[in-house]
């Protein structure tokens, strides 16, 4: 275990990088001007119903005691309770986040397949119509927001081929061909919203390894072209790959907040909306939180499976 | 500059000009489109609400009874010039924290990178609605502040590019000269480093700038956007979602608006950096 004290190093500053993230988004949304109060109240707002609420939210201490309180109650497990429906934040989010890992577990197996096929096709076939052809609709549905892209399967898959229901509504009381129906439509969009930067990157990778001399003395062996670039190539362009598809999930959790309002799906990304624009800001700290640490935790994944795979990093 | 712009044009591939071409006819209706659309963007019953193509209104009639081409035409010059705020605000100061991160060193580097990695943990998307949020009810709906949730969004990602950029450049010769000289710390970022750091955020500006649009066009399509009745593309989609069914066309319009603008500014990156890179080998 020569790499042990990278990881240890890594954990680490994702640790740090964690911190950081919840002191930016309490810091956003409590220390700026005008306090949690008048942000919830609004322009309704009166002197005596400022001064009830800020009693009421323990506002009148000071904001890094707050702050750290706040902190010191999720180490525990506690996100505290919603402003709006006064119930408590896990008990609220644990189903939407439960139905939304479901929807990315989705995208994800849809993903994998769908970026592999596309960029081996594509440098198989380097600089041919195929690869051309690709690279161009590729590059167009790079262009399309995913809202765009989630509304155009709605057109096709909806509007005129009446085929999957267009509210992607699911709960406790939905059995299996329910989950089919209302997962397929918000999964293919969220993995090609993700497929065509993986496709980008894993097509030049593999076109670039091609090039190299190990792969030079593998067709002087007499080896197959197919067998040239699954067994000698991919290894090679998987690790850059893996890099691309942490950054990817930045892209998975925006995207599903982005999917989940087209579709209408339960999830967490629908709940942000509505927290945001009931101004639940508990609710939002938490969201948020949960989010990021999501994507601090794939990153660190990502980094920690690249320091085992890649022999160079393990001997330095 | 006309000369070097023929000689450009003359070098460039077919990418760039195809993104160019379409980028200048977005340029040129945003610009004159306010002057030639048939109706007010906030015209209420010029047509039969909720009526389809037809060659009066090529994009159809919404619920309020407003000319959707009319919307998109008018949308164009809030979009462009607000990604193009927000990206050259987000450029500014992520070129000058990474450059200055870059050269300072030590735990003033350390420090920034801590907090642009804090930044960039927080998905961009959500970035942008903390930022439209905490702005609090007042502000929430100015064009601005998608300018300035955009930049905020950019800047730490721009400041790690020009951070690596710059630490390239730090260690050749002339920077150490330089210091030796006994120049000021501006001095040197301003004269020595940032000019060789140009084709990287030009390149970063431009992928960043193709983005936006797609950005701010979320804002709006969430609810969290320009307020109404300003037609944003990615608002007008939002209030057209249920039009849907009956006539896909008032969604397809300002769908088709919106992905052509970063179609173009899309190509136009990519053949804009093919360009550099040939330009460095010619070098």
Known sequence: MVYLPLILKRIFSALITLLIVSALIYGFLEMLPGDVATRMLGRTATPETLANLREQLGLNEPALKRYFLWL?????????????????????????????????????ILYLPLSFITALLQAYYKNKNIDISLSIITLIILSLPDFIIGTIMII???????????ISLVGEYSDFSE??????????????????????????????VLDSEYIF???LKGLSKSTVLIKHAL???????????????????????IVEKIFT???????????????????VEATILIAASFYIFANLLTDILSIIFNPKLRKQ | MIYKFQDLWKRSNITFKVGFIILFIHILIAITGPFWAPYHYAAINVGEPLTGMSWKYPFGVDALGRDIFSRVIHGSWMVISLSILGTSIGLLVGAFTGLFSAYAGGWIDETIQRINEGFISIPFLILGLLIILAAGPDLSGEPLLMSLAVAIVYAPRISRIARSAALEVITKDFVIA???????????????ILPNTYGTLLVEFSVRAGFAPILIGSFGYLGFGIRPP??????????????????????IGPAVALSSLVVSLNLFTEGLARLLRTAKREL
């Open chain 1, 72 to 108: 010191f109650n999720i180490f525990q497990g506690d996100f505290g309770t919603a402003l709006t429906s006064k119930r408590p934040i896990t008990e609220i989010l644990a189903p939407k986040i439960f139905n939304t890992l479901i929807l990315s577990g989705c995208a994800f």
């Open chain 1, 156 to 166: 096709v898959f909806v509007v005129v081929f009446p085929i999957f229901p267009a």
């Open chain 1, 179 to 208: 989950w089919f129906m209302a997962l397929v439509m918000p999964s293919i969009t969220l993995a090609l919203v993700m497929s065509v930067y993986a496709v980008r990157m894993l097509r030049d990778n593999l076109i670039e």
């Open chain 1, 217 to 219: 003395m593998a067709k």
């Open chain 1, 235 to 257: 290894p090679n362009a998987i690790i850059p790959t893996l890099n691309i598809t942490a950054l990817n999930l930045g892209f998975l959790i925006g995207g599903v907040v």
């Open chain 1, 265 to 283: 799906f339960p999830g967490f990304g629908n709940l942000l909306i509505d927290s945001i624009k009931f101004r639940d800001l508990p609710l």
């Open chain 2, 178 to 192: 330089a210091r030796l000289r006994g120049e000021s710390a501006i001095s040197i970022i301003r004269r020595e």
């Open chain 2, 230 to 251: 300003f037609p944003e593309w990615g608002s007008i989609i939002n209030d057209n979602r249920m039009l849907v069914y009956m006539s896909p066309i008032t969604v």
